[in-house]
T-cell receptor, first 115, second 112 residues
Framework: DAGVIQSPRHEVTEMGQEVTLRCKPI?????LFWYRQTMMRGLELLIY????????DSGMPEDRFSAKMPNASFSTLKIQPSEPRDSAVYFC?????????????FGSGTRLTVV | TQLLEQSPQFLSIQEGENLTVYCNSS?????LQWYRQEPGEGPVLLVT?????EVKKLKRLTFQFGDARKDSSLHITAAQPGDTGLYLC????????????FGKGTKLSVIP
């Protein structure tokens, strides 16, 4: 398996524009997580899915953020409109059966810069 | 909200030295994981510890879970430049938990 695949690796956009981040989890994993990483706050959980169903989105900063998982092999995180404070590295991770012992497999991340 | 405090925040050592980094909480975790993250990449799982007092070894890395399952340590013997990276601990609050709490990490630099 190629691991968790995220695209794009880098995204530079202007304030107010829509940004869509993409993720392909590992085949067979039933949990998918979206995290945001900054120097100040570390890794923050934004939302997670179980069997394509959103379970907890309490970490989503505000209504500008939305996430979907239309099928077991694809998820998107959308920011509309984007703001400079959204600049961060966004990670997608997947796991089998919750990951409390097997752990998470992370993608390489998308570095988002909003100017 | 369960918090994991990692110390030190930054550590710079010479190749060949030994080091220990710590992960502490006031909460009990059913399991604790350590990850290493290299620049430009996502975290990669190193180990999971489950039982209080458990010790696991991975080559030159030794991981210990505290008896009360509230803290953990990572000891590296004879550090090498390839050990450079951000070390993150993550705790699961109950067995089968689908949500991990991450610490902010210890950034380790090993100078040749």
């Amino acid at each position: 398996d190629a691991g968790v695949i995220q695209s794009p690796r880098h995204e530079v956009t202007e304030m107010g524009q829509e940004v869509t981040l993409r993720c392909k989890p590992i085949s067979g994993h039933d949990y998918l997580f979206w995290y945001r990483q900054t120097m100040m706050r570390g890794l923050e959980l934004l939302i997670y899915f179980n069997n394509n169903v959103p379970i907890d989105d309490s970490g989503m900063p505000e209504d500008r953020f939305s996430a979907k998982m239309p099928n077991a092999s694809f998820s998107t995180l959308k920011i509309q409109p984007s703001e400079p404070r959204d600049s961060a590295v966004y990670f997608c991770a997947s796991s089998f059966s919750g990951g409390s012992t097997s752990g998470y497999t992370f993608g390489s991340g998308t570095r988002l810069t909003v100017v | 909200t369960q918090l994991l405090e990692q110390s030190p925040q930054f550590l710079s050592i010479q190749e060949g030295e030994n080091l220990t980094v710590y992960c502490n909480s006031s909460s009990v975790f059913s399991s604790l994981q350590w990850y290493r993250q290299e620049p430009g990449e996502g975290p990669v799982l190193l180990v999971t510890v489950v039982t209080g007092g458990e010790v696991k070894k991975l080559k030159r890395l030794t991981f210990q879970f505290g008896d009360a399952r509230k803290d953990s340590s990572l000891h590296i013997t004879a550090a090498q430049p390839g050990d450079t990276g951000l070390y993150l601990c993550a705790g699961a609050s109950w067995a089968g938990s689908y949500q991990l709490t991450f610490g902010k990490g210890t950034k380790l630099s090993v100078i040749p």
